[in-house]
């Protein structure tokens, strides 16, 4: 076994591969870029080196900076993870050429296999249905075009190097065609360094199956099951499940044949996992296979108890697979959900910020959470906004999905926007719990999973005005137990000479004014709310749970004051208030009529209007990139452009003024 190996990676699977390291009695070395200089995966391994700069294309995109840290440290082999280098068969000789272990398949392997193109000729010789369309070598723009035109619309653009729905998109018709191409090539470009693309038609309603693989050098070859992956947005899974609903042992045998042959016929070693479309009659067509690692193999792991870290490292070291196909299970049901540092309600778009409250559900033999994120640290930018992942098992797959939906409700996070909300509003879904999804399921349910936003019910006001006044008022049992219980700095019951006594809270909720009136009871407080009153009192304990009764029903949330925002947190549901202080002064909101600003913190990396312009309502104005997706400025109106405020290449914050747009009259 390997002495030191070096994570040539960050985040999620950089923690996740050092703790199976240090399980085995290896010495980790981590590598960093400025911005994650303090990040939980520099400070969880044995060792970090410093590789160089924020963005990713000056630090761990540069396999030159990577060798010379594993040289440096005395690493014996290299372990990519997942996304960045792992499917980089450059990379991967340039290792081997350095004396260096590249843990993963040779590098001929990952060009025949990561390249969607190759991997489709493989797959043809072989037997293997394939989706029609194109993927040859040609990649000229007009030769796209014609190709597009006999497979027909609606297709698929895909990057030919591409994962995680990174340079993807759907063509629903022919004029859209020229503009999704070049998208799909920049964006191909800055996450894999190569612009070529495939078409394909576009298979409405399928699964989206894959088989987990797995070979030795010594001509053994197994398949660890399948995985459904259908829920995703923006082409990337944010929920997958192991085993996938629906299988038949049949079907399972016969896909996991064809993904073992697929592996085989290259001489594949290691961790690998082949990508299936399966359509209602069983039929299913090769898409491509992954030759790393994938985000989620926790699901594979938590059904055949496998550690597949530690296998990929036994066969780096030449070992035989440690059994076979014959030995391989599946026990039980996994499910895991991607929480991301995202907007679902603006069309997913990425938010970063200081993550500065954090609270999970408890780990256990039921449920897993891989992360690479504290509380305090940063969401950058820089990064895909990835917080972590939540697994849960249990012995069948409606058990699995209950305990996921309470596991979500469990997992509460402050300082950035996340997806968890809407992850629990999947999986409380009829449809998902019956396991009949496809995936179009989010698009086919956008009005269920995108409701309008409710104000906050009289029980969450009471909740608010009870943590200020809890806050705010000594406490009662410290008075008591003080020195002199009865100075007027230790009274509880809010007396006042000549008047009431009560207080007034003032809420802004979303774009209403709301105020709870508050009066001092013996026992806590009555309470004047929208709705009625209530009487309510409860406790304050020092992790920032409210323990409360509100009008005889016992309830808990978590709550995190920040400023003026107040965030509370209970049964699984997340709700935003300002407490507004009626004596503040607040500064005039400039007005920003006709401007378009940043809808997220990012770079411009097209700009495809002139100052003077004349626009059409719809027309695309400028992209910006952020965490490695793009976002389309659109002209709201006919009308006009007046200003640039940005150039390309230019980094803009979130709500900064792009442009200033004149719309006619």
């Keep these: 076994m390997f002495e030191k ?27 960093y870029s400025d911005a994650d200089a303090s990040s939980m995966h520099a400070e969880l391994a044995d060792e970090a080196c410093h590789i160089g700069p924020s963005p990713a294309r000056e630090s761990y995109l540069r396999a030159d900076l990577l060798i010379e840290a594993a040289l440096k440290s005395g690493a014996e082999a290299v372990h990519p993870g997942y996304g960045f280098m792992s499917e980089n068969a450059d990379f991967a000789e340039a290792c081997k050429k350095a004396g260096l272990i590249f843990i993963g398949p040779p590098a001929q392997a990952i060009r025949a296999m990561g390249s969607k193109s190759a991997a489709k000729k493989i797959m043809e010789k072989a037997g293997v249905p394939l989706i029609p369309g194109y993927h040859g070598e040609n990649q000229e723009p007009e030769l796209l075009r014609k190709e597009a035109e006999k497979t027909g619309y609606p297709l698929m653009i895909k990057a030919v190097m591409g994962g995680g729905g990174k340079g993807m998109r759907i063509v629903m018709k022919e004029n859209d065609f020229s503009s999704a191409l070049t998208a799909a090539r920049r964006e191909a470009m800055a996450s894999f360094g190569d612009e070529s693309v495939l078409l394909e038609k576009y298979i409405s309603g399928p699964r989206h199956v894959e088989i987990q693989v797995f070979a030795d050098n010594h001509g053994n070859a197994v398949y660890l099951f399948e995985r459904d992956c259908s829920i995703q947005r923006r082409h990337q899974k944010i929920i ?4 996938a609903p629906g299988m038949t042992q049949k079907l399972r045998e016969k896909m996991g044949a064809a993904a073992v042959d697929a592996a085989k016929a290259r001489a594949y070693t290691g961790a690998g996992t082949v990508e299936f479309l399966l359509d209602e009659s069983g039929n299913f067509y090769f898409m491509e296979m992954n030759t790393r690692l994938q985000v989620e193999h926790p699901v594979t792991e938590m059904i055949t108890s496998v550690d597949l870290v530690e296998w990929q490292l036994r066969v780096a070291c030449g070992e035989k697979l440690p059994c076979g196909q014959e030995d391989l299970h599946i026990s039980g049901h996994a499910v895991e959900a991607r929480i991301y540092a995202e907007d679902p309600s603006n069309s997913f778009l990425p938010s970063t910020g200081k993550l500065f409250y954090l609270s999970t559900p408890k780990e256990s033999g039921n449920v897993r959470i891989d992360t690479g994120i504290r509380e305090g640290d940063e969401v950058s930018m820089e990064y895909d906004p990835m917080i972590a992942k939540l697994i849960v098992w249990d012995v069948d797959r409606s058990s699995a999905v209950r305990r996921l939906h ?3 409700g469990e997992y509460h996070a402050a300082g950035v926007t996340t997806n968890v909300e809407f992850l629990r509003r999947v999986t409380e879904h009829p449809l998902f719990s019956s396991g009949g ?13 995108f409701p309008a936003r409710q104000k906050a019910p009289d029980r969450i006001l009471a909740l608010a005005a009870l943590y200020i006044m809890l806050s705010i008022a000594p406490n009662r049992e410290d008075s008591d137990n003080s020195g002199d219980p009865y100075s007027p700095w230790n009274m509880t019951h809010g007396w006042r000479l000549n008047c009431r006594s009560f207080h007034e809270i003032s809420f802004i909720d979303g774009d209403s004014d709301v105020t709870v009136k508050v009066h001092y009871r013996e026992k806590g407080y009555q309470l004047e709310l929208p709705s009625g009153e209530m009487a309510v009192w409860g406790r304050l304990d020092g992790e920032g749970i409210v323990n409360a009764d509100l009008g005889g029903a016992l309830t808990k949330a978590s709550v995190i004051r920040n400023g003026a925002e107040i965030i509370l947190m209970t049964l699984g549901a997340r709700y935003r208030l300002i407490h507004t202080d009626p004596f503040a002064q607040f500064e005039e909101q400039d007005d920003t009529g006709g401007s378009l600003t940043a809808p997220m913190p990012g770079r411009i990396i097209e700009v495809m209007v002139k100052e003077g312009d004349a626009v059409k309502r719809g027309d695309s104005l400028l992209t910006m990139e952020a965490m490695k997706m793009e976002h389309t400025i659109k002209a709201p109106g006919d009308g006009k452009v007046v200003e640039l405020k940005y150039a390309v290449g230019d980094q803009v914050n979130e709500g900064e003024k792009l442009l200033i747009f004149e719309v006619n009259e």
């Design 5 to 31: 190996i070096l994570i040539a990676n960050r985040g999620e699977i950089a923690c996740r591969i050092i703790r199976t390291a240090k399980r085995l009695g290896i010495g980790t070395v981590a590598v």
């Design 406 to 408: 309470r596991a979500l």
């Design 437 to 449: 999804y496809d995936t179009g399921f989010i698009e086919q349910h956008e009005s269920e999973l």
């Design 240 to 243: 997958e499940e192991a085993p």
